[in-house]
C-alpha cells in the first residue's frame, strides 16, 4: 500500500459541517456532500464576501521543475497547515494571533490517477482529504464539464445533420469532445460514419476534460450569469465563409449552465490537520492557465485571514498566467509569492543527470540557483511581488547542500527556508509560514513593493507584441517566431474583435525556453509559437510552442491495474 | 413554463433526513447529497434487512403502450402516495394501519431530457423531487457507471498499442464506449488514426451509458462484491483464435468497482407527498432488462410495508425481464401486480389512429381490451402473479369510455379502478392502493395463486428454447426464426459456457409481435431473431429482434434548446 494512501486511511477527519462552522459557515448554509465534503453556495460566498475584509492571498508557485515535480501542492498544503498552527501555537501562549489559513487548489484528474502520475491531493502528511474520493471523481465537476462540452459538440453535429442553415465547415470544427481518462485511442478519429442515420462524416478527436474551453471557463467564471456568458461565446467552429459559429448560435448556453449550475459552487474540504481547503476546478496549465477556479480562490479569501493556492508548472507558465490572466478576471492580487525549490531541481538545472540528483552536489546545485533566480527577479521586477523561497526537504538533501542553498538565497535578497511539511505536516512548515508572515508584514508595512495589479503586457498590444513581451520578460528569450500561416490566425482573430484579449502560452515546464533541454536559464533563444488557438469563452488567444498533449494516453503498465476495492469498500492501490 | 416543473419548484420539500428518519434510518447512516438527496450505504441496508421483514412489492407495469406512454412511473409514484394516504387516513381514523410505501425506480438518462422525450422523474401531482436535480445528473451515478465502461475500453486499447500480448482481434472488439447523451456521430466512429502515437486504427461506435452492459450489472448487482466479479467477466472482445477477453483479463474490474464504489449505494428522495423514493439506475428495456437496481428495489422493501416498482415498456418486455431476470437474481418475487392502461391505449389498439385518439370510441377501445387481456393472462397464467389494473385518466378520456372499460375488466375477472394521480396526486389513486391492498390480502389469505417464483423457460433450456418458448408464451408468436448465422453464435455461446443464462429479448414496445405495426393481441406471427449479444457479466444473452438504436440522436430542434438558468440557479424549460 502506497504512504500516502496509507496515512490518508489512517486520518481521523471531522466533519465537514464542523470545519466549515470553524470559518463562520453555518451548517444550514452549506450543500453536503456526504460527511467529509460540502459545496458552498455562490449566494452564501457572496454574502461573506460582502460582509467580511478578504485574507490576504499566498500564491504558490515553483522554479522550473524536474519531471518528478517539485512539490507545490504538498507545500500549499503544508504552508496552510503550517499557517494555522502557528495561529494555534500563538493563542496557546496567549500572543497576538497571525490569523486562520484556507486552502484553494484544484481538482485532480482521472487521467493520471489511472496512467503513471498518481492522483493530486498532496503527500505525506501534506494532504487533502478524503483522499481518495478527491481523486476519484470527487463531487462530479468534471463529469458535470464533461457533459457541458459535449452537449455542444452533439448539438453543433445535430445541427450539421439537420440541414445546417448556419452553414458549417465541417473542416473548421474547433470543439472537440472530452473524457476524463487518458485514452490514446481517441486523439485521432473520425466521426458521423455509417450512412443516412449516423449524421455526417468528419475528422474529429478527443481531449481531456482538463483540456477543453469549458474547464477554463468554469475556473474563471465569476458567478453563474458570467459563467453562461463566457460559454456562450465559445467559437465552436467557422462557417464555410468564415464567420465564427458559437454556442449562442447552436442554443446551447442555457443547457450547459444547467449542467454546471451545481458544480459551479466550490468543494469544501480539510487537510489532515483540519485546515479548510476548496478543491475546485482544475484546467491544464499550458493550453489554459493552470489554477483551480475563480470562485475557491475568492471563497478562500473570504473565510481565510490567509488564502493559500496555486499555479500549475514553474512560474514562467503558471505564476505568469496566474498574474496576467486569473488575479484580473477575479479583481484579486497576491499579498506574498511562495516559490517551491529543491535541492534535485536547483542540481537539475545545474547539469546534474536525472540518475545522479540523489548525491551531494553543493556546486551543480549552486549553479543551478540561475534558474530559481530569474523566477524571483521577474515576481519582482515584472510583477512588483514579494517572493519567499520555500526549500521543500527531501530525504536525499544533504544538510551542506541545504545550508548553502539558503545562505545563497538569502544573500540574493530573499526570505528562504527549508521546508519538512511532508515528513511533519504543518510542524514542518513554521519557518515557512513565519517567512511568509513576515513578507505580508513587511509589504503592509509600506517598506515592501508597491500592489499595484501589473500585466506582463498590455491588453492593448497586438498578440504578437504580448507574445514578446512575455518571451523577452518571462522566458529571457531574444525572440519570437511566428510563422506567416500563424501570423495570419492571429490577424483573423483581430478581425474577428479579439485582439485584446490576454495570451495563454503552452509550451515545455522543463525550460524557460520552449525547448525542455535547455536547463538553468538560457538567454537568448527563440520561442516558435507553432499555432493559436482561440479560447473566446475563456477569454484569452492560446499560443502553441512545442508539443502539446491534450489527450494522454496510458503507459503500458497503468496505475489502473493495481487499483481495487475490498467488499468492505476500502480503496487500494491510489498513490 | 412547463406545468410538471412549475409544480416542482413550488413543492415544499422535507428534508432528506427527516424522510429518513421516517422510515427509520437514522441521519447517521445516511450520505446526503445536499439537502434533499441523500445514498444510504450497503452496510445500512443490510443491517435493516436482517432486522425488518420485508415489505410486500408490488410491480407496476403496462399494457402495449402508445407512442406517447401511457405514464408507468407517474402511476407508481402515484400508487406508493395512494398507500401512505390510505394509511395516514386510516390512522387519523383510528382504524387499523395498511403500512407505509417507499417507492423503487430508474434514474433519468440525460439524452431524452435534451432530447424529445423530456425527463423522467413522474408529472403532475405525481413526481418525484428536487425534480431539476434527478433529470440533471442527478448524484452522478450514470457518470460513474461512464467513466468505469470507458475506463475498460482505454485499457483494451491501450493493451492492443502496447503490444497486444493477448492477441485481440480488432475486429471482434465488442465493448464500446458511452456518453449520457444523444450524440448520433458518434454511432460509427473510426478511432486510432494519426499514426504510431495515435494507437491502433479501428472500427468503432459509441453508445448512450444506459445501453452499456455495466449500467445492467450496475443494476443487477447485490453488493460491492458481487459487481465488481460481474465487472470481471464482461468478455470486451474476442482473440484472433476466437477466445473471450474479459475485463478481468485485461485488469480493470478493480478500478471500475472503485469508480463505482460510492455510486452502488441508492439514492433516497421524495415524492411531492414526502413518500420515500429510491431512484437507482436506469439500464435500457430492450438490450438489457429495463429495470431499476435490484439494491433499490430491496432497500424499498427493507423500509417499506409496501415496496413499489416498476419495469420499462409493456409487460411483454418489462415484466418479463423483471420476473424471469431481476427478480431471480435479487432473490425476490412481487405480491402484486398493477398493469397500466389507458382509454386511449386501448382504442389505440383497438385501431383507432393517432389523430383520433382524443374522440370517444367505446366500441374501438374495447376491442383493444385483446392486448390487455392478453398481458393479464400471461401474468396470471404464466408467473402465477395477481394483477390489478390501473386505468391512467387523462382528460380526453370520456366518462363512458372509463366506465365501459372497468366493467368490462371486472366481468374479465381483475380489479380494475380509474386513477387521478396525475391531477390530484395519492388521493386521486386512493381507489388504486385498496384495489391492491385488497389483491394483496386475498393473496395472503391463500385464496389466490401460488407464491413460487416462476419462470417463462428453464435455465437448463437451450438458448433457442428459452426464446421459443419467451415467444410462443408471452410473445403470442407461432415460431422463431434464427437465421443460420445467429444459430451459430449461440452455439459459440453454448461452448464458451454461457448457455444457462437467461435470454434478454430486444424488440419493439409496441406489439407483442416484433412488428410494430401489428397492434392488438396478434397471434401466429414469427419472432425473427436478427442478432445475438452475450452479456457476460450481466448474465444474460441478447437476442436483437427489430431495429435498437444504442444510441440515439437528436430532433431538429433538441428539448437542450428551451433549457436555461436564470442568475439565480433557477432552471426553466425542463419538462
Chains 1, 2 share one sequence.
Not at 478578504?54 to 499557517?83: F, H, N, W
Not at 485514452?183 to 477543453?212: Q, W, Y
Not at 465559445?234 to 442555457?254: M, S
Not at 514562467?316 to 477575479?330: H, P, R, V, Y
Request: proline content about 5%; overall charge negative.
Amino acid at each position: 500500500m502506497s504512504i500516502d494512501l496509507e496515512i490518508a486511511q489512517a486520518a481521523s477527519l471531522k466533519r465537514i459541517t464542523e470545519i466549515a462552522e470553524s470559518v463562520g459557515v453555518p451548517t444550514e448554509d452549506l450543500v453536503p456532500y456526504g460527511w467529509t465534503k460540502a459545496k458552498v453556495p455562490l449566494p452564501v460566498l457572496e454574502r461573506i464576501e460582502q460582509e467580511r475584509t478578504p485574507g490576504r492571498l499566498v500564491l504558490v508557485t515553483a522554479m522550473s521543475p524536474t519531471p518528478a515535480g517539485e512539490g507545490k501542492t504538498t507545500t500549499s498544503i503544508g504552508l496552510a497547515d503550517g499557517l494555522n498552527e502557528r495561529n494555534r501555537r500563538r493563542a496557546a501562549a496567549g500572543e497576538p494571533a497571525t490569523g486562520n489559513a484556507v486552502l484553494a487548489l484544484r481538482e485532480p484528474s482521472l487521467g493520471p490517477v489511472f496512467g503513471m502520475k498518481g492522483g493530486a491531493a498532496g503527500g505525506g502528511y501534506a494532504q487533502v482529504v478524503p483522499m481518495e474520493d478527491i481523486n476519484l471523481h470527487f463531487t462530479g465537476d468534471f463529469n458535470a464539464i464533461a457533459l457541458a462540452n459535449n452537449l455542444a459538440a452533439a448539438m453543433l453535429d445535430n445541427h450539421i445533420h439537420h440541414g445546417n442553415s448556419l452553414d458549417v465547415d465541417v473542416r473548421r470544427i474547433h470543439i472537440k469532445r472530452v473524457v476524463d481518462l487518458n485514452d490514446r485511442a481517441l486523439r485521432g478519429t473520425t466521426i458521423g460514419l455509417g450512412g443516412l442515420n449516423g449524421g455526417v462524416p468528419r475528422e474529429d478527436g478527443f481531449d481531456i476534460v482538463v483540456a477543453s474551453e469549458v474547464m477554463a471557463i468554469f475556473c474563471l467564471a465569476t458567478s453563474l450569469a458570467d459563467l453562461r456568458e463566457r460559454l456562450s461565446r465559445i467559437v465552436l467552429a467557422h462557417t464555410r465563409d468564415r464567420k465564427p459559429v458559437t454556442v449562442a448560435d447552436i442554443g446551447a448556453a442555457g443547457a450547459m449552465t444547467a449542467l454546471l449550475r451545481d458544480a459551479l459552487a466550490p468543494n469544501l474540504v480539510q487537510t489532515l490537520e483540519h485546515t479548510p481547503a476548496f478543491i475546485h476546478g482544475g484546467p491544464f496549465a499550458n493550453i489554459a492557465h493552470g489554477c483551480n477556479s475563480v470562485l475557491a480562490t475568492r471563497a478562500a479569501m473570504a473565510l481565510g485571514d490567509w488564502a493559500v493556492t496555486e499555479a500549475g508548472f514553474g512560474a514562467d507558465l503558471g505564476a505568469e498566467k496566474f498574474l496576467d490572466i486569473k488575479t484580473q478576471s477575479a479583481g484579486i492580487w497576491p499579498d506574498v509569492v511562495c516559490v517551491v525549490a529543491t535541492v534535485r531541481a536547483l542540481k537539475y538545472h545545474g547539469g546534474v543527470e536525472k540518475a545522479d540528483l540523489e548525491t551531494e552536489n553543493v556546486e551543480a546545485m549552486l549553479a543551478g540557483m540561475a534558474n530559481l533566480e530569474h523566477h524571483l527577479t521577474v515576481l519582482r521586477e515584472v510583477y512588483g511581488l514579494t517572493p519567499v523561497v520555500s526549500l521543500n526537504r527531501f530525504p536525499s538533501d544533504t544538510d551542506a547542500e541545504v545550508a548553502a542553498a539558503v545562505a545563497h538565497l538569502r544573500e540574493f535578497g530573499v526570505r528562504a527556508v527549508p521546508a519538512e511539511h511532508w515528513a511533519h505536516g504543518g510542524e514542518g512548515a513554521l519557518d515557512l509560514a513565519d517567512a511568509v508572515i513576515a513578507a505580508a508584514a513587511e509589504r503592509e508595512s509600506g517598506s515592501g513593493e508597491d500592489r499595484t495589479p501589473r500585466r506582463s503586457y498590455e491588453l492593448s498590444d497586438s498578440p504578437e507584441e504580448k507574445l514578446r513581451k512575455i518571451a523577452s520578460r518571462i522566458y529571457r528569450a531574444g525572440g519570437v517566431d511566428i510563422p506567416s500561416s500563424v501570423a495570419a490566425k492571429l490577424r483573423r482573430f483581430v478581425a474577428e474583435g479579439y485582439g485584446e484579449l490576454p495570451v495563454c502560452v503552452a509550451k515545455t515546464q522543463y525550460s524557460l525556453s520552449s525547448d525542455p533541454s535547455l536547463r538553468g536559464a538560457p538567454e537568448g533563444h527563440t520561442l516558435t509559437v507553432r499555432d493559436v488557438r482561440l479560447s473566446a469563452g475563456a477569454g484569452f488567444i492560446v499560443a502553441i510552442c512545442g508539443d502539446i498533449m491534450t489527450m494522454p494516453g496510458l503507459p503500458a503498465s497503468p496505475s489502473a491495474e493495481r487499483i481495487d476495492v475490498d467488499a468492505e469498500g476500502q480503496i487500494t492501490g491510489l498513490f
